[in-house]
């Protein structure tokens, strides 16, 4: 089965507070992607990464940054935390070119900034 | 822009009774889906996925429809169980374009 793990369920941070979400999966995927999760709005794209070191905006970048070092490992980085990034992060990883396009989700990082 | 959506934000149902739960995409080009299920505190599970080239696809009580010529599709959940309560979403894209998602219907199953 794959497995998407990210570092923290949840996260309490204060404003002005540099975070870091990590995101690991052993499927050797090439591409990860980061989205936040609030209520009715669904799934928002913030950044993706098709290879190491390679990253994409999504629709939603500014705030955020991300690191993707290894093939395995994905960070999104919260330079300066805010009260409005407040929300559910997930992860997401899949496999180029697999007979199936199917995007796995980690369990999500709960974060709170006060 | 491209949107995906649910119909309904709340779907109440018997235990033992079917489910059905309606989804509408924007986009003609969309040529795969997939509907996952997220209980409260987890990350979305894949439940099932279908391609452009088939209206329907049936998986352990489940089935997708998919209708190309309203861009629609819908999940049918049979003999609903207290553990089907969730949120569902469903997910579109189109190729290897990013995948749109639509904001979830909670299914709430009652005894």
Request: proline share 3%; aromatic share 10%; net charge neutral.
């Amino acid at each position: 089965d794959v497995k998407v793990t990210q570092s923290s369920r949840y996260l309490v941070k204060r404003t002005g507070e540099k975070v870091f979400l990590e995101c690991v999966q052993d499927m050797d995927h090439e591409n990860m992607f980061w989205y936040r999760q609030d209520p009715g709005l669904g799934l928002r794209l913030i950044y993706f990464s098709y290879d190491v070191k390679m990253k994409e905006k999504g629709d939603i970048p500014e705030g955020y940054s991300v690191s993707r070092e290894k093939k395995e490992r994905f960070s999104l980085i919260l330079e300066s935390a805010s009260t409005s990034q407040t929300s559910m992060y997930l992860c997401a990883s899949e496999s180029q070119g697999a007979s199936t396009d199917t995007q796995y989700f980690g369990p999500g990082t709960r974060l709170t900034v006060l | 822009g491209e949107s995906v959506g649910l119909h309904l934000p709340t779907l109440s149902v018997q235990e033992g009774d079917n489910s059905i739960i309606n989804c509408a995409y924007s986009n003609s080009a969309s040529d795969y889906f997939i509907w996952y299920k997220q209980e409260s505190g987890k990350g979305p599970q894949f439940i099932i996925d279908i391609r452009s080239n088939m209206d329907k696809r049936q998986g352990q009580r489940v089935t997708v429809l998919l209708n190309k010529t309203v861009k629609h599709l819908s999940l049918q959940i049979a003999a609903t169980q207290p553990g089907d309560s969730a949120v569902y979403f469903c997910a579109g894209r189109a190729g290897w374009g990013k995948f749109q998602f639509g904001a979830g219907t909670q299914v709430v199953v009652t005894p």
